[in-house]
């Protein structure tokens, strides 16, 4: 069974931009979160999509935002990108998004110039 | 604020010996803490615990976790370089999904 596939794996912008990451479940599961991970701050939740609805969303400004489509494939963009934004992105998902196992995809790690 | 701490943030080790992980949680309403090992990959699951007292074992790495003192221990018993990875904690709180992590222990293992 095929795992959590995160595109693009690398990308490099410079500030001011905008990015879009996608991130496609482990078939059949439903909830899709996404993480942002650092060297000094670990990994920070960002936002948990379960049936297409923004059930939960961390503490990161109004620049982030998400979306779940019908097939439980998700997206992230990031507008008007800042330096402090490069970082490794993490997306996991999971069967029913209660108490359980994330499963995490490798990751889009984002460089901003 | 909710929060979870790991410790220590770096090990070096030599291959055999053993080695305990730690991590300490502040999380609102508790539902479940997980470990994790990450190598230059995605994080890997290793453990769920919910229960407090119950140790779970996967061949030479055991965790338990203590409900009332809000921690949970990772052990690794005879070491070897392919346990080198950072080794994740995180904790589940009772607002759908949202998982607490730790910053991490890197573990490295010398021949």
């Not at chain 1, 990031?78 to 029913?96: F, I, K, N």
């Not at chain 2, 346990?83 to 998982?99: H, I, K, P």
């Amino acid at each position: 069974k095929a795992g959590v596939t995160q595109t693009p794996r690398y990308l490099i912008k410079t500030r001011g931009q905008q990015v879009t990451l996608s991130c496609s479940p482990i078939s059949g599961h439903r909830s899709v979160s996404w993480y942002q991970q650092t060297p000094g701050q670990g990994l920070q939740f960002l936002f948990e999509y379960f049936s297409e609805t923004q059930r939960n969303k961390g503490n990161f400004p109004g620049r982030f935002s998400g979306r779940q489509f019908s097939n439980s494939r998700s997206e992230m963009n990031v507008s008007t990108l800042e330096l402090g934004d490069s970082a490794l992105y993490l997306c996991a998902s999971s069967l029913q998004g209660f108490t359980g196992e994330l499963f995490f995809g490798e990751g889009s790690r984002l460089t901003v110039l | 604020e909710d929060k979870v701490v790991q410790s220590p943030l770096s090990l070096v080790v030599h291959e055999g010996d053993t080695v305990t992980l730690n991590c300490s949680y502040e999380v609102t309403n508790f539902r479940s803490l997980l470990w994790y090992k990450q190598e230059k990959k995605a994080p890997t699951f290793l453990f769920m615990l919910t229960s407090s007292g119950i140790e779970k074992k996967s061949g030479r790495l055991s965790s338990i976790l203590d409900k009332k003192e809000l921690f949970s221990i990772l052990n690794i018993t005879a070491t070897q370089t392919g346990d080198s990875a950072v080794y994740l904690c995180a904790v589940e709180g009772d607002t759908g999904n949202q998982f607490y992590f730790g910053t991490g222990t890197s573990l490295t293992v010398i021949p």
